[in-house]
């Protein structure tokens, strides 16, 4: 998730060529300076953000589910839901969660074909997780880190660190994977851009879990500062040889 050049011309007087009077000639008009050049501003968001997405197979070939999301904002308030749909419009997984000043305060995501729920909130400096599976209920804390993301604040913290990106630095942030009752230090990176759009990725900075999963890829419109496509792992899982496995896709948003 954003230059101004200035130049100032000025023109020099001069006197004039038939010098009969000892007074000087009038000097002549300084001209305007042109108008400085406003620096380049992130488009302003609406109150209420509403895009959609189509998910697919990794090829970007096969759709598996349609993707709702909205984002309102309201001060230092925002509302978050989602959620993601088969392609017989049944809700296979949503998220909700409230973000004050950046920082979460109650975030929910579910997995309905696989029964399973989380819950995650923060308070007195702590994040504390819910996991719910079957039925099953643990619960775990940690000390709550700075720059702490869910998928919520995920598009808008990244847009927050524009500038740092497209220098080409790394923002590194506490990610929160809900079904593991843990935040994970993950970094954004800059990868390629051409006149139109940037791709950024999403790593994990621990060499155990990049092992684990294959980076995110996240292409980015520039001039808008909107997300076109995501290509990697995603909340829906789909079901493979009678189990349900994680599912890496292609997801193509349209607003």
Do not use: C
């Amino acid at each position: 998730t954003t230059m101004s050049y200035l130049l100032i011309f000025l023109l020099s007087f001069g006197v004039s060529a038939e010098a009969k009077s000892k007074k000087p000639a009038p000097k002549a008009k300084q001209e305007a300076a042109p108008a400085e050049k406003p620096a380049e501003k992130s488009p302003e968001k609406p109150a209420t953000e509403i895009y959609k997405a189509d998910v697919f197979d990794l090829e970007g070939k096969v759709p598996y589910f349609t993707f709702e999301g909205d984002r309102t904002y309201k001060a230092d308030r925002m509302i978050y839901n989602a959620r993601f749909k088969d392609m017989e419009g049944n809700v296979a997984a949503e998220e909700k969660a409230e973000i004050v000043k950046g920082e979460i305060t109650h975030f929910e995501s579910e997995r309905f074909t696989t029964r399973e729920k989380g819950i995650v909130e923060t308070r007195d400096g702590k994040i504390f997780f819910t996991y719910i599976e079957k039925g099953n209920k643990s619960t775990k804390w940690e000390n709550l880190q700075p720059d702490t993301v869910v998928s919520a604040n995920f598009g808008p913290f990244l847009e927050s660190h524009w500038d740092d990106l497209m220098a080409k630095k790394e923002v590194k942030f506490m990610y929160v994977v809900w079904y593991r009752q843990e935040t994970i230090r993950f970094k954004f990176e800059w990868n390629s851009e051409n006149d139109s759009e940037v791709v950024f990725t999403m790593n994990p900075t621990n060499a155990f879990y990049r092992a684990l999963v294959n980076p995110l890829y996240i292409t980015y419109d520039k001039k808008m500062r909107r997300m076109v496509s995501i290509k990697g792992r995603t909340l829906p899982k789909v079901k493979k040889d009678n189990a349900w496995r994680d599912f890496d896709a292609f997801i193509k948003y349209h607003y």
